[in-house]
């Protein structure tokens, strides 16, 4: 892997010259401290000043809703018509950590054609962060990133640190190779490593993600489900946002009239009431804790035990989504035995008012 230093003034017309061979995707601020990945238009609203996206960047590769294929009697017409060349700039180590769990998600028995062509036609430029009081990452150790992208750029004061990650990555560079400078030098490297010191100081919350497996296991029947499903409202928002979260429906839209019917994908999630129903009207899941239960084992137990990490790569957008305070951190705490401030005072809140 190769290392170049890119001058700041020189980024915007490095995004520029990207932009002519694919649409150029980044972070804008949508209101107040939210930020959302947008195709650029206008290269003065890209925002790298942010900690994490509403949603994160798997709605490119998995876009909340699209249509697979239109189905006749006789035969069936796949559509990748949603899927177009992108750069993605200015992704987190964490969200690239996420795309890669659903990369072995969707590719790892059966690949998956829509996925698949999707991330074909992805770039993936990476951007360094700062921690703020929600980011879990320096537990899952996705605080750093060594492989999902093809471009890394880390931010220092005048320069950027390039990491060049894939043969598509060193490209790039050669689409403007003046603008890089192969001499990384000795100041640099000192800078880079008081930078990296500076920001693992800046994390403020941890979770044992080591011993979260036995405690799943140790506290199934616990009443803290029980007391998690009575706060929780089941929006399914923690799924939404949550980067390793794959579920999906498939569903067939007929048209009274029409011979061909459109088979769409969608996002679903296990939080929600109807993802456990079946037909006949029963439901496993019926109970709002049962599914709870289900979205923690997935993962802080079986994920581990398939993979060796959690699927959860510490962004924090369950901890800065959901309106009653259900997440990683409290579910984590409540499991070791904390008393939660959080979902309880909420609950209790209401109770009495
Ligand atoms: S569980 Fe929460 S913190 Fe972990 S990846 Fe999902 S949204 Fe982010
Ligand atoms: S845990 Fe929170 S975000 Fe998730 S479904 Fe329940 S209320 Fe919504």
Redesign the pocket.
């Known amino acids: 892997m190769r290392i170049v230093k890119l001058h700041k003034s020189n980024l915007m017309s490095f995004l520029e010259e990207i932009s002519q061979e694919s649409e150029l995707w980044a972070p804008v601020k949508k209101y107040e401290d939210k930020h959302i990945f947008k195709n650029i238009e206008d290269f003065d609203q890209i925002d790298l000043d942010y900690t994490r996206t509403i949603l994160p960047p798997k709605k490119l590769l998995f876009p909340p809703s699209f249509r697979m294929y239109e189905a006749t009697p006789k035969k069936f017409h796949a559509d990748f018509s949603h899927i177009s060349k992108k750069t993605l700039f200015g992704v987190h180590p964490c969200d690239i950590h996420g795309l890669l769990i659903m990369e072995q998600f969707f590719k790892q028995s059966y690949e998956d054609p829509y996925f698949s062509e999707a991330r074909k036609n992805l770039t993936i430029i990476g951007h360094s962060c700062w921690p703020d009081e929600h980011c879990l990452c320096r537990s899952t150790q996705t605080h750093i990133v060594e492989e999902g992208y093809d471009l890394f750029f880390t931010d220092l004061d005048k320069n950027y640190l390039v990491w060049i990650g894939s043969s598509h990555g060193d490209d790039l560079i050669q689409l403007k190779p003046d603008i890089f400078d192969e001499d990384v030098t000795e100041k640099d490297i000192q800078q880079f490593m008081r930078w990296r010191e500076e920001r693992d100081k800046a994390f403020q919350s941890e979770i044992q993600f080591e011993a979260m497996p036995d405690l799943m296991e140790l506290k199934l029947g616990d009443s803290v489900w029980e007391e998690?499903g009575e706060?929780?409202?089941?929006?399914?928002?923690?799924?939404s946002v949550c980067p390793t979260c794959n579920c999906y429906n498939v569903r067939d839209n007929p048209v009274l009239g029409k011979e061909a019917s459109d088979i769409t994908r969608c996002w679903d999630?296990c939080?929600?009431e109807n993802y456990s129903a079946v037909a006949g009207g029963e439901n496993f899941r019926e109970k709002?804790s049962d599914r709870?239960k289900l979205?923690y084992t997935h993962k802080l137990q079986a994920f581990i035990s398939k993979y060796g990490k959690p699927a959860c790569v510490g962004c924090g957008r369950?901890v800065a989504?959901?309106?009653?305070?259900?997440?990683i951190k409290t579910v984590a705490q409540s499991l070791q035995g904390e008393k939660v401030d959080a979902f309880w005072r909420r609950l209790n809140q209401e109770v009495t008012q």
């Open positions: 998690l706060a929780c409202l089941a929006c399914g928002s923690c799924t999630a939080t929600l709002k709870l979205w369950c989504t959901c309106p009653v305070d259900i997440n």
